[in-house]
Structure formats: structure tokens, C-alpha cells
């Protein structure tokens, strides 16, 4: 088993680095792209800026954790868009027959389609988040922190992805309800929770799971607590394991279009 398991690793990697070979033949364009979507990030902290210029807190946040706050949804969102691009067009691959090719690799199916391309601009988010990471003031610990938690926020909303892509094996084009989803995943995860009241906050820290990918992580870096550190890695297991059952229970369901096209 950790023998399969270590084979399916060095083929994601191996995946991934072709996938970013590809996209550097074209280094003034790979490079550009990652210059402009940092660049982009960058001027929505101008707004903050204006905004604690007039105020102290907001939603009883400081301005150094409103910067981690964008910190790690940039990377969170940087780490799952350049690893697990196609997670965000699942539906497409579903619904128009195209998961023929994957089917029949001597690979995870799953991790076959979600990881057979990357999103060269996603680069420029995760770069970004590791940059306000450094203006915010960065430490050892809180480094390791950001980084882990950048990691288990990219499974936690790829997973939410690949459960909503996966709606298209029951009910047909799920690509609205997907995108909807996954744009209020990235959304709401750059404005502090205590903005939100009531039943709002309730779903953003629990049916919404954007307490799990950015505030939980950004008050533990601010006052460490393993027990919510202990919650968040239970939790992404459990969602992961339940996608990835979703997922196959799904492709019982899923109907060839017999599209003959080879993936390397």
C-alpha cells in the first residue's frame, strides 16, 4: 500500500513539473504572468490601507492580521489552482465525456484529471502571500505555520471543488453551482469574520468552511492553539476522504463520449 502510494506520488510531481516545463517555453510570458497577478493582489491592500487610515480595527481585526488574512488566502488559493487547476472544471471533464483518457492510466483517477494541468498565474498568488507573510513581520514559527496551513487550505477548497464538479454524475451541469461555490470560498476569506453577524458568520465558519482555510489559521498564528490546529487537520482528512469517495460513487454514473485523446 505505501508502495502505491509513493508511486502515485512521483507521478503527481512528476505531472506537475511537465505541466511547468510547458508553460516555460514561453518564459517572458510565464514570467509576465506572474508579475501582473502579484501586481493585482497588491493594489486590493490599498483599499485596507485607506481603511485603517481612518480606523483601528475592523471586525477586531488589526491591520497586521487583515494582512495575514490576504496572505493566506492567496497562497491557499495559489497552492490549489497551480497543483489542482482542472479540480476548478471538473463538471466540463464530466459532463462532456472527457475523463475517458484518465480512466484507463495506471493511476488514481482523481488525482489523474485535477492534477494534469497548472494555472501558471496562480504562481504570482502564492509568491504574493509569502510576501505580505514577510511585510506583516515573519517569524520562524510563523512561517512553518503559514506554510502548513497554505497547504491544508489548498486540499480544503480543492476538495470543496471536486465535491461540486462531482454534482454532474446526478444532476447534469454543475458548473454554475461550482463556480459559485468555489467564488464564495475565495470571497469571503479576505474580510475578517467579525464583520459578518449572526447566521452569516455561523455558515462562513462551518457549511462555508472559510473559518477552516482562513480565519482559524490566522488567529492561530496570532495566539497558537493546537486544539483548533488539531481540528483543522481532523477535519481536512475527513473532507478529503469523503470527496474522494463522493468522487468514485460519481464515476459509476459517468458516460463515455469514447473521445480518444491521449494524456502524457
Sequence with gaps: MLQGVKNQLNVTIKTIKYGLMREMINKT?????????ILNNASFIIQWI???????DVGGYTFNQILLLWAIAASTYGFSHFIFKKAYSLSDLITNGKLDSFLVQPKNVLLACITTDIEVSALGDLLYGYIVLIISG??????????FFSITGAIIITDIAVLLGSLSFWIGRSDMIADTGNNLMINFSTYPDGIFKGAARILLLTVIPVGLTAYFPVWIMTKFNFKLTFVIIVITVILTLVTFVIFYRGLRRYSSSNLMISKI
Design 29 to 37: 510570458s510565464f514570467i509576465m504572468n506572474v508579475i501582473f497577478m
Design 50 to 56: 485607506v481603511i485603517y487610515s481612518l480606523k483601528e
Design 138 to 147: 515573519i517569524t520562524v514559527s510563523k512561517f512553518i505555520l503559514f506554510t
